[in-house]
């Protein structure tokens, strides 16, 4: 056993930490934000277009079925996969928003998509196994691999394919190895939105493979500015088998505090994961199921109502952001994100300040501009940064000013 005057010594310190935790890197969305609370905190006048998550208040309604849960006293454990109302509200909204049946025992709620997510990974992957993720991705996939010891293979989707892979790209990384294909439609960080045709052209390449399964992540369903309804893979001939559908009430319902996340999928799967939240996290909030709940169950207005306001901001910031010379901006179909490619800076500098990358970009635009965004390192996409639009137009119009007068000093 170590003295505890060891305790100080570099050995002991890297021995502390399990080599799961040492190779894991904090969410880079989440750390932009915090920074941008503290600079606030500090008296700092900043934008923050940095952390995705809808400025809305939780409608009324829902707030209301949430205290009528606690005078109902739902205040004690729920059963582990969530309450069997919950999940009989699931199965009804996945029947009549995409069409697909599923039963209860397909649905398990967790403490939002992410967890979803993490299950899923943890439930699935073995050392080694590989998992292949479109870039640019959403932070946390390549880490939740990681955790898994899985190894995260990446199909790169540029902004001239408006950020979308090719059934081609696919086939080309299948290997024996691969076990599962993790698919963001809308995206987070790019807002691209797969047509039914792209995901026929996935499936088409999938239907060869039957070893390979594909996570769903479906979050950003409602906030779709195409004209045509979400697209569902599970709902392609033969997919549904294979498909784990992610989604939750944090984006659609402005509910992201709340944490209520769930997937719908085969009942193996759901097994697993219902056994790993059973050692792990337990059922998730009783008082948050039970205004999820009602979010799916009563009218839907206020979700179209948020995504109205979505869209026109998404114009708003889009037309702005394609004024500012040196941008290069692709029209995102969906979600609340813009992922301009912002290349045209590096090598440029301001005073003795350098940019050398997007993580120096958004830095620089954070302190000089008082606008928190996050570099595209974070999503695999050097090239690239992310602003979330999720704020006021006032916001939105004051950040652009801003970010325009700090790239114009830079040379
Ligand atoms: N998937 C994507 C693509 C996301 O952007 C988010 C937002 N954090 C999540 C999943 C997780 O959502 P939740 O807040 O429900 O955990
Ligand atoms: N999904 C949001 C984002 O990407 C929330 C932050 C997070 O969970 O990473 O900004």
Redesign the pocket.
């Known amino acids: 056993m170590p003295k505890i005057n060891n305790l100080k010594t570099n050995k002991f310190m890297s021995n502390l930490l399990s080599d799961r935790i040492n190779r894991l890197s904090p969410?880079a969305?989440?750390a932009m934000?915090q920074r941008s609370s503290e600079l606030k905190a500090q008296g700092v006048d900043i934008i923050n277009m940095?952390?995705?998550?809808p400025d809305f208040n939780t409608p009324d309604h829902i707030k209301q079925a949430a205290k009528q849960a606690i005078d109902d006293n739902y205040t004690r454990y729920s059963p582990v996969p969530g309450y069997a109302e919950l999940k009989k509200a699931i199965v009804n909204k996945l029947k009549r928003e995409n069409n697909l049946d599923y039963t209860a025992e397909q649905i398990l709620v967790s403490n939002g998509a992410?967890q979803s997510v993490c299950n899923t990974i943890m439930a699935m992957i073995s050392n080694g196994d590989e998992v292949i993720i479109p870039t640019p991705y959403?932070?946390?996939y390549p880490q939740m691999v990681l955790m898994a010891d899985g190894k995260p293979v990446f199909v790169e989707a540029t902004i001239e394919q408006d950020f979308k892979i090719t059934g081609k790209q696919l086939e080309q990384t299948i290997t024996e190895r691969t076990k599962l294909l993790i698919l963001c439609s809308p995206s987070?960080?790019t807002g691209a939105v797969y047509s039914k045709e792209e995901m026929e052209d996935l499936a088409k390449v999938l239907r060869k493979y039957p070893q390979v399964y594909v996570i769903c992540d479906e979050i950003y369903e409602h906030l779709n500015y195409t004209n045509t309804p979400h697209v569902s893979l599970a709902s392609f001939e033969g997919m549904k088998e294979r498909c784990i559908i992610v989604n939750g009430v944090s984006k659609a319902y402005a509910m992201?505090g709340w944490r209520i996340g769930f997937i719908a999928a085969p009942v193996e799967i759901v097994k697993a994961c219902n056994k790993l939240q059973g050692q792990y996290t337990s059922g998730p909030c009783s008082v948050s199921q039970k205004a999820a709940e009602a979010a799916y169950n009563l009218p839907q207005d206020c979700v179209e109502q948020m995504r109205k306001a979505f869209e026109r901001r998404k114009n708003l910031i889009v037309s702005l952001a394609r004024e500012i010379k040196g941008f290069e901006v692709n029209d995102p179909h969906g979600a609340f994100y813009v992922f301009p490619k912002c290349s045209y800076f590096f090598g440029k500098s301001f005073g003795d300040r350098k940019i050398n990358n997007s993580t120096d970009f958004a830095m620089y635009l954070l302190e000089e501009g008082h606008v928190a965004t996050?570099g595209g390192d974070a999503f695999g996409s050097p090239e690239c940064f992310r602003m979330?639009y999720a704020t006021s137009d006032e916001n939105i119009k004051e950040a652009m000013q801003r970010i325009k007068t700090c790239v114009e000093k830079l040379k």
């Open positions: 969410s969305t989440l934000s940095s952390v995705g998550e992410k959403w932070v946390s987070n960080p992201t996050v979330s």
